[in-house]
């Protein structure tokens, strides 16, 4: 069953305080490319915040959730200095490391594990 945006909305209501998050799911988000427009400025949804979020492990999880937490117009993750994710997966939705909108969410780490 995919994890869509709104579920992510109810963690991050429910769970303010979160610091550690583990996503193990490979299924794609079946609104993932209807959340928002080619140019990733205009946006169908509210951007969703963890300000305690320190750990992300995304290794087994489908592109998307990578793209869900990467990309600013869907979430910000001010505080996040350990995120670990395959090498591969994190080039593709950066594209190449060149893409703006993923370039805040990964501006603190300290750690990327990459596999």
Same mark, same amino acid.
């Given at each position: 069953?995919? *994890?869509?945006?709104?579920? /992510?909305?109810? =963690?991050?209501?429910?769970? !303010?305080?979160?610091?550690?998050?583990?996503i193990?799911? &490979?299924?794609?988000?079946?609104?993932?490319? %209807?959340? #928002? /427009? !080619?140019? @990733? &400025?205009?946006?169908? $949804?509210?951007? +969703?915040?963890?300000? $305690?979020?320190?750990?992300? @492990?995304?290794?087994?999880?489908?592109a998307?959730?990578?793209?869900? *937490?990467? &990309?600013?117009?869907? #979430?910000? =993750? !001010?505080?996040? #200095?350990?995120?670990? =994710?395959?090498?591969?997966? %994190?080039?593709? =939705?950066?594209?190449? *490391?060149?893409?703006?909108?993923?370039?805040?969410?990964?501006?603190? $780490?300290?750690? #990327?594990?990459? +596999?």
């Amino acid at each position: 069953m995919p *994890f869509e945006h709104e579920f /992510f909305m109810r =963690v991050a209501r429910s769970f !303010p305080l979160l610091k550690h998050l583990c996503i193990w799911n &490979n299924e794609s988000q079946k609104l993932a490319g %209807l959340m #928002t /427009f !080619p140019s @990733d &400025n205009c946006q169908l $949804h509210s951007i +969703i915040e963890y300000p $305690h979020l320190t750990i992300l @492990d995304i290794k087994f999880s489908h592109a998307d959730y990578i793209e869900e *937490f990467l &990309n600013e117009t869907k #979430t910000f =993750v !001010p505080c996040l #200095t350990e995120f670990e =994710v395959f090498f591969d997966d %994190l080039k593709a =939705v950066t594209k190449d *490391f060149t893409r703006e909108e993923t370039r805040r969410n990964c501006s603190k $780490h300290n750690n #990327t594990s990459q +596999i």
